[in-house]
């Protein structure tokens, strides 16, 4: 497995040691079925108690509470190694972990907590976070859900687009404006009357993840439900940091098994009487590929001992979430290049790793987005 700067050696043998569980668990049962599930679009229901069993949900959470309570490092070598599967593998893992157990554990109530995440950390339950709408993506704060206090409890009222695991969920994390305009996070069990979930199907992007709309029409749930300690839009930003640390390290799975592909094929397939690999351009996309995936991984360790620290900031990960994706996309579109006309079957890894990273630079903070919070922090200008 590549590893140019022997970053491996920066690792505990515990972090190894979870790594390579991972990655032999992913290569053996994911790997091999991932073109085929991505062509039909689907993700198989068996899955979640699959990760649950070895540990692969909120990892990074306390033991207490269902969690493996491993580092971050640790943590994002977990999402590195389900990402070389395939990143609707990763991005069913960030939204269980980072996304529904993270505003639990941070913003519920013990009596939640209790009742929800050890279930989740088992994948006895699913997840789904739902923020953006038709009409709020990059700009949540402009968000028309509602939720109206009526007779002691809430009645939700709206519509959330593009929700990974929407349905598969048992339960999805709401954000939605009260009466005062402020940000409140619901719990909604999914089989509550009046919550909706449908489908998106037209995608050439995350086909191995599920995606869907959600609709909440007076969907009555009791305060309980509320998440006690999320106000404002700083909440749900707080979980998106969660995520997107994970992804920063996730992309670098993706992008050693394209650049790994990449150079198995350069070696033995010939043109021009020799193997390709012999080639000046082609030795210069893989020096290219593996020069950004070495920095890459050298950025990710670094927002990961910040992590451990308790120091990382924000607007780190919105640079390493920036600059990870839009170089793993890049090197999955080189590995395509490489692999010429075979490259675009689902046969090999790269197209599909592309498609899906294409996905992987819009959510979560598109990339101009992420441009935008970087620049705000150096410059003290909004420009959003
Ligand atoms: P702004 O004034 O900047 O922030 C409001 C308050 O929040 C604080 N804050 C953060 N805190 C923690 N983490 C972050 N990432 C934070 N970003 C901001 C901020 O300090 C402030 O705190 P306070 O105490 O002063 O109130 O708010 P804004 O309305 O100007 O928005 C800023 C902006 C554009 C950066 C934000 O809206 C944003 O990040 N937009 C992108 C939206 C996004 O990423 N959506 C993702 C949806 S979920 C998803 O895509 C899941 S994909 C799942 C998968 O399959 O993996
Ligand atoms: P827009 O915000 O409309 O942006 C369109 C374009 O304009 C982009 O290129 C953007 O960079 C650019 N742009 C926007 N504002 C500015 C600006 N101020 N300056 C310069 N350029 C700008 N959301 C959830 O809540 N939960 C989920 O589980 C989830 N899963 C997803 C799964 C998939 C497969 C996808 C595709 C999306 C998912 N999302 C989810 C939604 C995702 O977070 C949003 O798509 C993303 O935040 C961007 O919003 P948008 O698509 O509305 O784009």
Redesign the pocket.
């Known amino acids: 497995m590549t590893d140019f700067f022997r970053i491996d050696e920066l690792f505990t043998p515990e972090e190894r040691a979870v790594r390579d569980m991972v990655r032999e668990f992913v290569q053996e049962t994911i790997v091999p079925v991932a073109g085929r599930l991505w062509e039909q679009g689907e993700f198989p229901k068996e899955w979640p108690r699959l990760f649950g069993e070895r540990g692969l949900l909120g990892a990074n959470l306390p033991e207490e509470y269902g969690g493996a309570g491993v580092s971050n490092i640790a943590y994002g070598l977990i999402m590195q190694e389900l990402e070389a599967g395939d990143s609707g593998v990763r ?1 069913f893992a ?2 269980q972990g980072a ?1 529904v157990m993270y505003p639990i554990y941070k913003f519920g109530s013990e009596e939640q907590k209790r009742h929800w995440l050890p279930r989740l950390a088992k994948g006895e339950a699913v997840g789904c ?1 739902g ?2 709408e038709t009409s709020a993506g ?4 402009s968000m028309t859900t509602r939720a109206r206090k009526q007779d002691g409890g809430w009645v939700l009222n709206g519509t959330k687009m593009w929700i ?1 695991n929407g349905n598969l969920a048992d339960v999805a994390v709401i954000w939605a404006k009260d009466d005062d305009g402020d940000i409140r996070g619901f719990l909604v069990e999914t089989d509550t009357p009046g919550f909706t979930a449908v489908e998106i199907k037209e995608k050439a992007s995350m086909r191995l ?1 599920n995606t869907s709309q959600l609709f909440l029409d007076n969907v009555r749930v009791s305060d309980d439900a509320r998440l006690p300690n999320a106000k ?3 909440a749900p ?2 979980c ?2 969660q ?1 997107r640390y994970g992804i920063a390290w996730g992309v670098l799975g993706a992008a050693r098994a394209c650049y790994e592909e990449a150079l198995r094929y350069a070696l033995h397939r010939e043109s021009f009487g020799r193997p390709i690999g012999a080639r000046q351009i082609i030795q210069e996309r893989l020096v290219d590929m593996l020069t950004e995936l070495t920095k890459g991984q050298l950025v990710a360790y670094r927002l990961g001992q910040l992590k451990d620290a308790g120091t990382m900031h ?1 607007t780190q990960v919105s640079l390493a979430k920036r600059n990870n994706v839009r170089h793993a996309l890049n090197i999955a579109r080189q590995a395509r290049t490489i692999l010429g006309a075979y490259g675009i079957t689902l046969g090999h890894q790269a197209i599909r790793h592309a498609a899906n990273l294409e996905t992987v630079d819009t ?3 598109t990339y101009d ?1 992420h441009t935008l ?1 970087v620049g705000r922090e150096i410059t003290g200008l909004e420009a ?1």
């Open positions: 991005s960030s939204v996304l976070f923020l953006t990059s700009d949540p704060a990974t993840s404002g839009l700083r930003l707080e998106l940091t995520a924000y959510y979560e903070g987005i919070i959003f």
